[in-house]
């Protein structure tokens, strides 16, 4: 995760500024990259300030047709569950071969209609 890590004792008494903004104080790093970001240069959500790179490296989806690749060659084992970050629904899958057939298909209708979402509910992407 891309979370802001805010500027401790010891980097308060150095002037640190923004690498985006070189004119702009830092309002702290981001921990995933550590880059400095200030004001203009970083996106909130669900309470976490993201730089720009990691949040748009975050709100790109997985690739439909990688996840279409995945229901055809392991979709009764939940291969296409597991990929998309869905753990325990790609292991119950498993253990019940993708609940005799009837959730696999439900699952192919969700990816083919734009419905069918990874584990942090982000769309997946027709790249094609």
């Not at 995760?1 to 004119?23: A, F, I, Y």
């Not at 309002?27 to 720009?52: A, K, P, Q, S, T």
């Not at 192919?108 to 584990?119: A, M, R």
Request: charged share 20%; glycine share 10%.
């Amino acid at each position: 995760m891309c979370n802001l890590q805010t500027q401790s004792e010891s980097d308060l008494s150095l002037p640190v500024s923004c690498e985006s903004h070189p004119e702009t104080p830092s309002i702290g790093r981001c921990i995933d990259c550590n880059r400095y970001v200030c004001d203009n240069c970083h996106r909130r959500d669900e309470g976490y300030i993201y730089c720009l790179p990691c949040t748009e490296r975050r709100s790109a989806g997985l690739d439909q047709n990688t996840v279409v690749i995945f229901w055809v060659v392991l979709g009764a084992f939940g291969g296409h569950r597991f990929y998309t970050g869905h753990i325990l629904i790609g292991m119950l899958q498993l253990f019940t071969l993708g609940g005799l057939g009837i959730w696999t298909f439900y699952d192919l209708y969700l990816i083919l209609t734009g419905q069918f979402k990874d584990d942090e509910g982000r769309p997946l992407i027709d790249r094609s």
